[in-house]
């Protein structure tokens, strides 16, 4: 005998988190699901916007990602959509989509070592300098295209807006600024390190990271691998050959 606190199965009837599941259909997002399934129970409207946007904000990032090479190569091959995914899923890992993982446990680690009365931004001083000392890479930071990513401000923004935004974040803004002050270069909170800093405000754990990274970026997976059903049979991606022949820049309607 074993135990499970998720889904109950009865027949006409299936719980979860002990929600009857067909009252939730039309009633909550996906977004507000995944947190009900995770959590264990609904999001409040404020937690339930900063998921989504932490979703959206992850779902593609292009044939630059790893995981989009893998999935498309697999594709290529004429494997079923499903096994294709899979591909794009096995290559999330500490080095692809686990950077937000990192961020949760370093900010979370920074805490334990916070003396009494010292500010945070004494804190990230501290840190910063620590890491440098080490020769330590602080995840979250930092991005090989961008130098001021557009994802980010628009996560901190609507997490400030919805009331969300707490000492996680506040810690990795203070990093941020002092680890440019201490390279000499712009070292900006990235994507990942926002959203493990926003998923530890929200109390979640730090295993959950490459898990909400997978959650989101299966969609822009299935969109690659479908693209990729058009192209010539075995092929060898190489991302840099890739043009891009989409829609140009257009307005939200």
Not at 54 to 74: E, K, Y
Not at 132 to 158: A, C, Y
Request: hydrophobic fraction near 40%; charged fraction near 25%; proline fraction near 5%.
């Amino acid at each position: 005998m074993w135990e499970t606190k998720i889904t109950k199965v009865s027949p006409n009837e299936l719980l979860i988190r002990g929600y009857p599941l067909d009252e939730l259909i039309g009633s909550i997002s996906y977004a507000a699901g995944i947190y009900l399934a995770l959590k264990g129970d609904l999001p409040t409207k404020q937690e339930e916007r900063v998921i989504n946007a932490i979703l959206v904000a992850t779902m593609d990032h292009g044939v630059t990602a790893p995981s989009a090479v893998a999935a498309r190569t697999v594709a290529s091959c004429g494997v079923p959509i499903t096994t294709a995914m899979g591909a794009g899923i096995l290559a999330v890992g500490d080095h692809h989509g686990g950077a937000g993982e990192k961020c949760i446990k370093f900010l979370k680690k920074a805490f334990e070592y916070q003396e009494n009365d010292q500010s945070l931004s004494e804190l990230a001083k501290n840190v910063v300098t620590q890491a440098k000392k080490k020769k330590q890479r602080i995840p979250g930071f930092g991005h090989r295209f961008h130098t001021d990513d557009p994802r980010t401000k628009k996560l901190l923004q609507v997490a400030l807006d919805e009331g969300i935004s707490g000492m996680f974040v506040e810690l990795a803004k203070l990093i941020a600024s002092e680890l440019s002050t201490q390279s000499n270069r712009p070292l900006p909170l990235n994507v990942d390190g926002a959203i493990g800093a926003l998923l530890a405000d929200m109390g979640f754990k730090a295993q959950i990271g490459k898990a909400f990274f997978a959650i989101a970026r299966v969609t822009g997976l299935t969109a690659h691998i479908l693209e990729e059903y058009s192209q010539r049979p075995v092929r060898t991606i190489i991302p840099s050959d890739a043009k891009y022949t989409g829609e140009e820049k257009r307005q939200i309607p």
